[in-house]
């Protein structure tokens, strides 16, 4: 390894930081994701240099390019709060976040599918929100805790109930969402993954409509998805055909569809 070495690793950690560039707008960047490819000893100095960042890679990917992930010490976190300012906001959030990764891979072999494009929008997401409360709530009275809260994850069914007391939309004097409604929160959400390389804007219907990326499956897959899915499936929230959540009745183990987003229903704004 010389100097020349060092400089090309530093350079793919460069295009790395750029989530939004993939290696197939760079001629140099998918030069040097192809030498990943045969190259261990560069390899293992491009991973040298991310831990001199306090950073791990995560993928070096053909199609997402250097896909890095954070340590607890690195000074690249990103965390809610750095695109939620207000902090009553963000428990909600980071259900979108969760909701919208479980929506784009509801079932596990999407995650492990190259060629799977999830899509989503933002009325699904805050439908699968809803219902997987109501689930929630349900267990919380069967299991007859204290205050309804199940003792195994207290933490997680506050953060649900407070998501089910906001407004889903709520309209101002030039009929656009506040910008504290449940939906808006979500566009926000879904802006700031498609602003950083997760997901593509696709449409305007429902609120919305964003398909998933290379970089954004790697990231489920690697860092939250199985747990991720195995809790959602675990509250039978199942999505359809139309990409549409459901969750199963109780008392007759039949799906229930969600009511119909009206054509009056005014949808918020970023």
């Not at 700031?192 to 997901?199: H, I, K, S, T, V």
């Not at 449409?203 to 991720?228: D, F, K, P, S």
Request: proline share 4%; glycine share 8%.
């Amino acid at each position: 390894m010389n100097f020349d070495d060092a400089a090309a690793a530093n350079k793919l950690l460069a295009f790395g930081f750029q989530s939004a560039l993939t290696p197939s707008r760079s001629v140099e960047y998918q030069g040097l994701v192809k030498r990943c490819r045969t190259d261990p000893e560069f390899v293992q100095l491009v991973h040298a240099v991310a831990r001199g960042f306090e950073l791990t890679i995560i993928a070096i990917d053909n199609r997402a390019g250097l896909v890095l992930g954070t340590t607890a010490d690195t000074q690249f976190a990103v965390k809610v709060g750095d695109h939620i300012s207000k902090t009553a906001d963000r428990p909600i959030a980071a259900l979108a976040h969760l909701a919208i990764a479980a929506l784009a891979f509801y079932r596990p072999e999407d995650l492990d599918d190259d060629v799977h494009v999830g899509r989503v929008t933002i009325h699904h997401v805050d439908v699968m929100v809803e219902q997987a409360a109501k689930q929630l709530n349900r267990r919380a009275v069967e299991v007859g805790a204290d205050e309804g809260v199940p003792v195994d994850n207290p933490n997680l069914l506050q953060l649900w109930r407070y998501y089910q007391r906001r407004n889903q939309v709520s309209a101002t004097g030039d009929d656009r969402a506040l910008a504290t409604s449940r939906r808006a929160i979500i566009k926000r959400v879904a802006e700031y993954l498609a602003d950083n390389g997760m997901l593509r804007r696709a449409g305007n219907e429902n609120g919305g409509t964003y398909n998933t990326t290379a970089r954004y499956q790697i990231q489920v897959r690697e860092l939250a998805g199985q747990q991720m899915l195995g809790q959602l499936a675990e509250l039978g929230v199942t999505v359809g055909a139309d990409g549409n959540p459901t969750a199963a009745d109780p008392d007759t183990d039949e799906s229930v569809p969600p009511a119909p987003l009206s054509e009056n229903v005014i949808e918020p704004g970023v």
